[in-house]
């Protein structure tokens, strides 16, 4: 499916792809609205508006910064995020493909939608800085992956050949600009939320498990040669 030989650079989601979505789909869609209701004495009602609030900013940066919903909502988002940063985890096999990875040496990038304040929760409960070799934060860019724009001004922090780069994201909208801006290799994640039910990405090819991308997984089919 991948011809490694044809990779330099692999560009690599977060949420979702190397982490189990469920903590953020339970973070924003259940703990934070029930959270915001009792702290500011709210009935149950409340929690369906938050809801519809926080979706209403998907694919925005205002979505992915938690400055932002700390000041909307007038709670403390990171101190809530703790409550329950026991459910931030790797997804099953991305692990092994970072170690794979870091073996094989691509360039390796994290090109994350999370704000600083999310990747300083996550990282060191995941360990990822270990296997990547950048990390790239669109809020540092001013503008999210979902915006042609993101492509360009990556490029200027950290070059890359967008014909001999993969990228894997879980967010069609998101893999659907890669494309557009040129990126060659580009996969989707079958079930980013180990929690719910799997998804197939109309456009793209949605991988199941990282496994099935690397040498050596097919019988006969040994480290590159
Ligand atoms: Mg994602």
Redesign the pocket.
Known sequence: MIDWRAIDTVLL?????LLD?HFDSHFWLEHLPRRYAELHRLDEASQEAIRARILREQGTLNWYSLAYWSRELDVDIVALKREVQHLIGLRSDALDFLRWLKRAHPRVVLAT?ADRESLALKLPLTGLEDYVDAIVSSADLGVPKEAQEFWFLLQEVEPFDPARTLFI???AA?LESAREYGIRHLLGIKQ?DSRRPEKELEEFIALDRFAAILPGERPGDGEDA
Do not use: W
């Not at 989601?13 to 792809?17: E, F, K, S, W, Y």
């Open positions: 989601d977060m949420d979702g792809t979505l939608n994201d879980d967010n998101v980013p």
